[in-house]
C-alpha cells in the first residue's frame, strides 16, 4: 500500500522574522506519522498574495494533501483565505453558517474584521474549532488552520479522522555516548544501502558535556527497521562504545 503524501505551509511574517518561533510543524508531523501520511515538504512564506497563491496552487498539485498554518484571522495582514479562494479561481464569500455561530459567540460587539473569519472560499468546508469559534477550512486537498498552536491542534484533531490512512510510519533508534559522527559515516552511508527502503539518519547530542550520536531508521516495514538498527548497533560497538537502544533521554 501506498502511503499518502503531504506538505506543509506556513504563512507568516512573523515567522519568517524570527518572533514567532514555530512549534505546529512538529505536533503535524507527528501526527501525520501516527496514520501512515508521509509528510514530504515544508515550507514558510510570507504575507504575500503572490507567495501564497503559487506555494498553495503547485504543493497542492505535487502531494495528497496540503496544510496550511497562520493568517486566518481578523487583521489587515490575515489574507490566507483569500489567497486560497483566488489559488482556486473561486469567489471569496461570507459563509452563513459559521457567520452565525460567530455572531452568536462574539453578540452584538462583532465588527466587519471579525467577519472575514467566516467568509470562506465557495465551495470550502468547516473544519470544527472548539478554541475560539472561527472556524478553518478544506477546499480539494488543502486543510486551512490557524497558527496558534492550541487553536491549530483544535482544528487538526477534528480534521484527523477524515484523513486518509497509510500503513504506520514507525521509528526505531540506537545511540552511542562518545561516538563521533565523522568516525561512522562511511558505515552509515553503506548500511542506508542495505537498507534503501528505510530512511536512516544520525543526529548527534550532547549530555554532561560529552557528545554522542543518535542512529535514527524510519520506514513502515518493522522487520527492516530492526534488522537496520541491528547493523547501526554493531557501527557503534565497533567504535568501543556500548550501543542504548532508543534516543538519548
Known sequence: MKNPTAAIIIIGNEILSGRTQDVNVQFIAMRLALRGIKLEDVRVVPDVPVRIIGAVNEMRAAYGMVFTTGGIGPTHDDITSECVAAAFGVPWEPHEPSMQVLREYLGPRMNAEQARMATLPRGAVPIRNEVSIAPGFTIGNVHVMAGVPRIMQ???MALEPDLPCGQPIEMRAVHGMGVMEG??????????NQFSDTDMGSYPFQRDGRW?????????????????????????????????????G
Open 183 to 192: 568516525n561512522i559515516a562511511a558505515g552509515l552511508g553503506a548500511i542506508q
Open 212 to 248: 554522542g550520536v543518535a542512529i535514527v531508521a524510519k520506514g513502515t516495514d518493522v522487520a527492516r527497521l530492526e534488522a537496520a538498527i541491528i547493523e547501526a548497533s554493531a557501527l557503534i560497538k565497533a567504535q568501543g562504545i556500548d550501543p542504548v537502544q532508543g534516543e538519548p
Open 154 to 156: 483544535s482544528m487538526f
